[in-house]
């Protein structure tokens, strides 16, 4: 996903917090985001940071952006088994297109 | 307020035939993007069409090709199809992306599943 990297898998029990890691090479991007998608479906935006903000609460997610270290996480408080599909990080840039850089996606595993 | 449709669904061909995608955008938005999906991978950008003329065009030979209508719906033109073509290819639309128009986050559609043998 040209330069945005994520880990492949992580497992969790249901009700203790996941954290899904990203990180990004190229500083120029403006937005970051996250996208959830279940399997066979398409993707769902879950939330987006400008890159301006360290951290953005909604609800259950709180997402992370070390802007130094290019580095940006998503955490799922209290995760269910609804929660198990595949996490996509994603870096935009609105310059003469919003053109989005995906990583390869973090597939969360909740166990009940 | 209408999702991203896309259609169809699934869909089965063979090397060398050509394919048609189609995408109605979310009600009010003037921006559609497409990316293919490979099994295991993240989407990839193939291209984007704001206002009916593209924008922007990832790292995809000319053999894939686009259309955006005045409503805003598009088609994605695949010809030539090699086996390595097989992914799921998603439309996402978006409020553009000039100031004023919207903070540029894509919404997406289920996708079309296209298995070429």
């Known amino acids: 996903g040209e330069d945005v990297e994520q880990s492949l898998f992580l497992s969790v029990r249901e009700g203790d917090s996941s954290v899904i890691n990203c990180t990004y090479t190229d500083s120029s991007s403006t937005y970051l985001y996250w996208y959830k998608q279940e399997p066979g479906a398409g993707l769902q935006l879950l939330t987006y940071?400008?890159?301006?903000?360290d951290m953005k609460q909604d609800q259950r997610l709180t997402v992370l952006l070390n802007k130094k270290d290019k580095h940006l996480s998503l955490r799922i408080a209290d995760t269910q088994t609804g929660d198990s599909a595949i996490y996509f990080c994603a870096r935009g840039r609105l310059y003469n297109f919003n053109k989005f850089y995906f990583g390869s996606g973090t597939k969360l595993n909740v166990k009940p | 307020e209408t999702g991203v449709t896309q259609s169809p669904t699934h869909l089965i061909k063979t090397r060398g035939q050509q394919v048609t995608l189609r995408c109605s955008s979310q009600s009010g938005h003037n921006t559609v993007s497409w990316y293919q999906q490979a099994l295991g991978q993240g989407p990839q950008f193939i291209f984007q069409?704001?206002?009916?003329?593209?924008?922007g065009r990832g790292n995809f030979p000319p053999r894939f090709s686009g259309l955006q209508f005045p409503n805003y719906s598009s088609e994605l033109n695949v010809n030539a199809l090699e086996l390595d073509d097989s992914a799921l290819y998603l439309c996402?639309?978006?409020?553009?992306?000039?100031?004023?128009?919207?903070?540029?986050?894509?919404?997406f559609g289920e996708g079309s599943r296209l298995t070429v043998l």
């Open positions: 996402a639309s978006s409020l553009g992306f000039l100031a004023g128009e919207g903070t540029g986050e894509l919404f």
């Open positions: 069409y704001y206002r009916e003329e593209e924008n």
């Open positions: 940071i400008f890159s301006n903000m």
